[in-house]
């Protein structure tokens, strides 16, 4: 296992894979420990994943899906009812694309294709541990299109009432996908304010995290499929 601190002093993320195959577990590990994170456990199902997950508080648990028992969805969920719960970085394949909406929704920080190159994976860890989530591929977006549904007519409240205008504009600009700095570039503002907007409207929505900052944005069709 990687020290407490890295290279110049830094915190090494601690991490936790979760996967019913040994052999995924244990390359998946290689990855992250070749990267310099540390893999503080593995486990073969949903309900280990929790278990561990609460015991060693990991900075991100890496969470199959499809799992025995307790799916990485379910898994997903329990984990996150806790306030200071590990992100969760949930790994699905592209048969199990009507997953991912359902894993957002548990609380995931955001999710990876399996076929992704070894070095998304770390980055994508990073990604989540850093409160980043990793909604900006396009494939993602396609996907939380797909298998939202549209809210009835008349029946939603607005869940951004309450925001300033530039706290909207910068939550409608997250739900399309746009990291911080993306953010920033197209608003023409430092990445420090768009933090600090982000941070605010979030406990203006009630949401944990962009995650469901983004899932309220096009829940109450703030923001629309294909728009």
Do not use: C
């Amino acid at each position: 296992m990687s020290a407490d601190r890295g290279p110049g002093g830094a915190a090494v993320l601690r991490v936790l894979v979760a996967d019913d195959h040994a052999l995924v577990r244990s390359g998946i590990s290689g990855l992250l420990e070749a990267a310099d994170l540390e893999v503080v456990a593995e486990a073969a199902d949903g309900e280990e994943a929790v278990r561990l997950a609460l015991e060693l508080r990991p900075d991100v648990v890496v969470m199959d899906v499809r799992m025995p028992h307790v799916d990485g969805i379910e898994a997903t969920r329990r984990l996150r009812e806790h306030p200071d719960a590990p992100a969760v970085l949930v790994l699905t394949t592209f048969d199990l694309d009507e997953y991912v909406y359902r894993a957002l929704q548990a609380g995931a920080g955001g999710f990876l294709l399996k076929d992704a190159p070894p070095s998304r994976l770390v980055e994508a860890v990073r990604t989540v541990a850093a409160g980043e989530a990793l909604l900006a591929p396009a494939v993602t977006r396609r996907l939380i299109e797909r298998y939202l549904r549209a809210p009835a007519a008349g029946t939603g409240t607005d869940p951004g009432a309450h925001l300033s205008a530039r706290e909207r504009e910068v939550w409608l600009l997250v739900a399309q996908g746009l990291s911080n700095a993306e953010v920033a570039a197209r608003l023409f503002v430092t990445e420090a304010t768009v933090k600090a907007h982000v941070t605010r409207l979030l406990a203006k929505l009630g949401a944990r995290d962009r995650v469901q900052a983004v899932v309220a944005a096009y829940e109450s069709g703030a923001v629309r499929p294909g728009g």
